[in-house]
């Protein structure tokens, strides 16, 4: 996380105390102006070396980041001054949040344990195209076990007609 922050800094010209601390990675695209989302953004010729960046932490260990950083991944190539400002929120969120880890415990026999599957969807999330966004998160529980397995942040390729067909569509990914 700390390596992150200091290549978005390097890269962005700017010092770790610039960006302060943000107690969440991402942005509403309300607060976002239109023009955001059309002008390309400044950090548009190296967006894909802090992204990428990221993207291990996110996929390895930091599933609080994960929708964010994969919106992200997703604009590379169509970076906007509203990635920008996104990237940035991540950064002050990656900066006070940086020992943030993964824990487990096994206090069970295996006879004790079983998985968790837990699932769910945004309804028409994303402003631009009103796709849906999938999150699911597999986890072996017991009365004294908690380990986390598996999660996954995806968009669906279609707009979803209602939440409940969101819903189904984000529990069959899970599946």
Not at 23 to 49: F, N, R, Y
Not at 97 to 107: F, K, S
Not at 156 to 167: L, R
């Amino acid at each position: 996380i700390e390596k992150c922050v200091e290549r978005y800094c390097q890269l962005a010209g700017i010092t770790p105390e610039q960006l302060g601390e943000a107690k969440c990675p991402c942005i509403d695209d309300h607060q976002l102006a239109p023009e955001d989302m059309v002008t390309v953004g400044a950090l548009a010729p190296v967006a894909s070396k802090i992204v990428l960046k990221c993207l291990y932490p996110a996929r390895f260990g930091r599933p609080d980041v994960l929708w964010t950083v994969n919106s992200l991944a997703r604009m590379v190539t169509r970076w906007s001054v509203a990635c920008d400002k996104r990237l940035k929120k991540l950064m002050a969120y990656f900066r006070g949040t940086p020992d943030w880890c993964q824990l487990c415990y096994v206090g069970d026999y295996p006879k004790d344990c079983w998985l968790a599957l837990y699932t769910d969807a945004s309804f028409a999330g994303d402003l631009q195209d009103s796709k849906s966004t999938t999150g699911a998160y597999l986890c072996l529980v017991g009365p004294r076990t908690f380990v986390p397995l598996s999660w996954i942040c995806k968009k669906h390729s279609a707009v979803s007609h209602s939440s409940t067909e969101a819903e189904v569509i984000a529990l069959d990914t899970a599946l």
